[in-house]
């Protein structure tokens, strides 16, 4: 019985392990099937989500993206595309987490997110772990323009620091819960680009931001600088879509604007069906706007947006991401012809445009480029730059412009009035009434640093001071620059460059000519540079040596060559002026040599240097005639330093010598 009573047991036993584990394995394939349509419709929705994203329906991608992350969902892909939605609308904060997602989940990323994630921590004042990021892109990211830039000005907040504090800043007055942005002057109005509801039944909205498309509205700016309440600007402007960035010739006549791919109820798109923005111009008659043509460089298959006019009017400069683009936007400008017709469109190269966002320009009455980047060391988001376009079209050094009107967030739309100095610019950073404000400011010093060089000339021994006296300015590569003339109070003037050296030279007919060097500080104001000019005492007579006379100590060419550097030139301009003011001088040029190389070699180059130096003071004004020249080689030598001889550099130096020996007078 009690054997009978185990085999029971034993099978009870057994059966309800059985029974556990059928149990065990339906709960199990139950939650495995969960687990799988969970990841499908994740997966699903990502996909819904990535189909937005490609249309730049940003803010219903990043809507879904976040739910599927929220239930626990990591995907490198998403995590990269929810932080560029972010990056793109401008919302660094937000994208700075998901980026942070990203390098959790995999640090081994293409060198761009490390730019953007460091912009990303530009904007919460990290700036230390920014330039971590920053020195890793640099690594990674080779010919890059913006790498180049960190690399070459790794004290960039220095320099920025020292640029800012020049601005007093103030909202506008004019702006909205919406996005207003983009200013431009008009006469005495202020026209921007606002979002704020235009009313109507239906309301169409920008999937990119899922605002109201901008329109053109105009404020009146009051003789106390502050600005009337915003009015639509024109209907024969405004349409259904976007409107933004006018920029209007100085005669009020012409105006050009950004619009989406719209003209005459036509909508044009790109192959991804994609409605990008172009150029238009319109022509004011009779206080309305008509004629609005796109400009004939526009494409339906890339962006041109954000025109601005140089001071005469004659080039138009704008922001696109056509082909030929190093990144996201470039500045292009083109030439407008007198009968209407443009020019090609032309880069303005990687003098201001990098491999991210150059965006925005607008050119001062001082000829001034202002423009928005975000490929420059800057404090975050897009900075706004500032650069001087010379006569020649080049442009000279980029500054940021400084806090506060540049920050962590991205700042850009700058315009300013070149004679008040007052000025508008757009930001969406933290304190504004919406996604971007228009902000008002004064500038309270320039950022451009002017310099004048002056003195005074005066007789060394009486302290007299001396007029017709001839002051030449030379760069540091002995390139003249300009010549004056003292006053009759022996005072000169020059526009010098800050942070040059230069070197100066005063003439006067029985007097020495004297050289001197300055470099210009960094920073506005004034450099003195004074003269005492010595009386010519010193005898010259024939068989003297011109060149011991006026102190030239050698006339320096390179190894083994024979024509007339700069700074030789720069020597031999003292010769030219006495040998102008003694009109019976003649002179003949004697070139020695040291005694390395072959004799012959030798006096064959010394020949050649003689008769070299020879031509360049007849081209220079001296008459042919005057003038004799030969090469002595090594057969002249100074000192003991003759083939075989051991000697120093110096001495070998006092050999190679050029003399002007006066002939007769």
């Known amino acids: ?46 996909a819904a989500a990535d189909k937005k994203y490609d249309r730049y329906e940003y803010i219903d991608a990043i809507a879904t993206y976040e739910r599927v992350a929220e239930k626990g969902y990591k995907d490198e892909k998403m995590f990269q595309k929810l932080g560029n939605a972010y990056y793109f609308n401008a919302d660094l904060e937000k994208a700075g987490r998901w980026y942070k997602e990203l390098f959790d989940l995999n640090k081994d990323q293409e060198p761009e997110y490390y730019y953007r994630y460091s912009q990303t921590l530009k904007s919460i004042g990290d700036y230390d772990n920014a330039d971590k990021m920053l020195d890793v892109f640099n690594k990674k990211s080779g010919n890059d323009q913006r790498a180049k830039l960190y690399e070459k000005n790794k004290n960039y907040l220095e320099e920025i620091k020292a640029n800012s504090g020049r601005f007093n800043i103030e909202d506008a007055g004019i702006n909205s819960e919406f996005s207003d942005y983009g200013s431009s002057f008009s006469n005495n109005k202020l026209v921007f680009a606002s979002a704020r509801d ?58 050009f604007f950004t619009r989406n791919n719209y003209l005459d109820g036509k909508k044009g798109k790109d192959t991804k069906r994609i409605t990008l923005l172009k150029l238009y111009k319109a022509r004011l008659e009779v206080d309305k706007w008509v004629d609005v043509t796109e400009l004939p460089f526009n494409s339906d298959q890339y962006s041109i947006a954000h025109p601005a006019l140089s001071i005469d009017d004659k080039t138009l400069y704008f922001a696109s991401d056509m082909p030929g683009t190093f990144g996201q936007s470039d500045l292009f400008k083109v030439k407008i012809n007198d009968d209407g017709t443009y020019g090609a469109p032309e880069n303005l190269g990687k003098a201001i445009n990098t491999e991210g966002r150059e965006t925005f320009p607008f050119i001062s009455d001082d000829n001034e480029l202002y423009f928005a980047s975000d490929g420059r060391p800057g404090l975050g988001g897009l900075d706004i730059y500032v650069t001087k376009i010379e006569k020649d079209d080049s442009f000279n050094e980029i500054k940021n412009i400084g806090a506060p009107v540049n920050g962590s967030k991205d700042d850009f739309g700058f315009l300013i009035d070149s004679k008040s100095r007052i000025g508008f610019f757009t930001s969406n950073r933290e304190g504004g009434k919406g996604y971007d404000d228009i902000y008002k400011f004064s500038e309270t010093r320039k950022l451009t640093c002017e310099q004048e060089l ?73 450099s003195k540079l004074a003269f005492e000019l010595e009386k010519r005492i010193k005898t010259i007579g024939v068989g003297g040596d011109l060149a011991k006379t006026l102190g030239i100590e050698i006339i320096y060419f390179d190894l083994d060559k024979s024509f007339i550097r700069k700074d030789a030139a720069f020597e031999l ?33 010394s020949d050649r240097r003689a008769k070299s130096t020879r031509q360049w003071l007849i081209k220079n004004g001296v008459e042919e005639d005057r003038l004799t020249a030969k090469g002595y080689g090594e057969s002249q030598l100074l000192n003991k330093c003759a083939d075989g001889v051991i000697c120093s550099e110096t001495e070998h130096q006092l050999n190679r010598r050029s003399e002007f020996i006066i002939i007769s007078m």
């Not at 109070?489 to 005063?506: D, I, L, M, Q, T």
């Not at 003649?586 to 040599?593: G, L």
Request: hydrophobic residues 30%; contains cysteine.
């Open 1 to 46: 019985m009690n054997y009978l009573i185990n085999m029971i047991e034993l099978y009870l036993q057994d059966s309800s392990k059985f029974l556990i584990m059928k149990v065990k394995n339906v709960i199990y394939s139950a939650f495995l099937i969960i687990l799988a349509s969970q990841g499908y419709a994740q997966k699903a929705s990502v």
């Open 573 to 605: 301009e003292k010769i030219v002026a006495v040998m102008k003011a003694y009109p019976n001088l003649k002179i003949d040029v004697r070139s020695h040599t040291d005694s390395r190389q072959t004799a012959q070699y030798n006096e064959s180059l």
């Open 454 to 526: 002056t003195g005074i000339v005066t007789d060394e021994k009486s302290g007299t001071r001396l007029s017709e006296v001839r002051l030449s300015l030379y760069d540091d590569k002995y390139n003249i620059i300009k010549h004056t003339i003292v006053n009759d109070n022996g005072e000169y003037r020059f526009e010098v460059a800050c942070g040059e050296k230069y070197y100066v030279r005063s003439e006067k007919r029985d007097y020495e000519t004297k050289e001197n060097t300055i470099t210009i500080p960094k920073s506005s104001g004034e």
């Open 198 to 255: 235009t009313g109507g039944v239906s309301k169409k909205v920008f999937k990119w931001t899922n605002q109201s498309f901008t329109n053109l509205y105009s404020s009146e700016v009051t003789s106390a600088g502050s600005l009337s309440a915003p009015e639509r600007f024109s209907r024969t402007i405004n349409s259904k879509f976007h409107e933004s960035t006018p920029v209007f010739t100085k005669d009020g006549q012409t105006m």
